[in-house]
């Protein structure tokens, strides 16, 4: 399998064993190996540059020390003029039936069928 997708064995091996992390070139060169279809290939390719991305971010910030990570996520906020929040939420069971959500949910913009007046 090694010669088949152009490395050491011993390279491999370390992948395998979660030793080494994977190059996106490793990627490609092992599915190339296996001879994977394009379109999962094109898939974990594109997992391996995320990874390989995410690596070098945590890299950048151990490099870099969170303390001046923080001052330059300050300097950007200090410059921001609308700054939106996603905070997802998950509704319990309960308050999704219809006899237990409130008769105007904030969440509907239509007051139709509302019992009472917005």
């Known amino acids: 399998m090694a010669r088949r997708a ?3 064995a011993g390279k491999l091996s370390k992948i395998e064993n979660g030793r080494v992390r994977p190059t996106v070139q490793d990627v ?3 599915l190339s190996a296996l001879g994977v279809s394009q379109e999962v290939k094109d898939e974990f390719l594109a997992t391996a540059r ?6 070098t971010a945590l890299r950048l910030l151990r490099r870099m020390g969170s303390w ?3 001052k330059t996520i300050r300097a950007i906020e200090a410059n921001t003029t609308t700054l939106r929040l996603f905070q997802g939420q998950l509704i319990p069971g309960l308050l999704q039936t219809s006899s237990a959500a409130p008769p105007c949910s904030p969440c509907h913009r239509s007051t ?5 007046s917005p």
């Not at 995320?50 to 690596?55: F, L, S």
């Not at 139709?112 to 009472?116: H, I, N, S």
Request: proline residues 0%; aromatic residues 0%.
């Open 28 to 30: 490609d060169l092992v």
């Open 112 to 116: 139709a069928g509302c019992r009472t």
């Open 68 to 70: 001046n990570h923080q």
């Open 50 to 55: 995320a990874e390989a991305a995410e690596a």
């Open 6 to 8: 152009s490395m050491s």
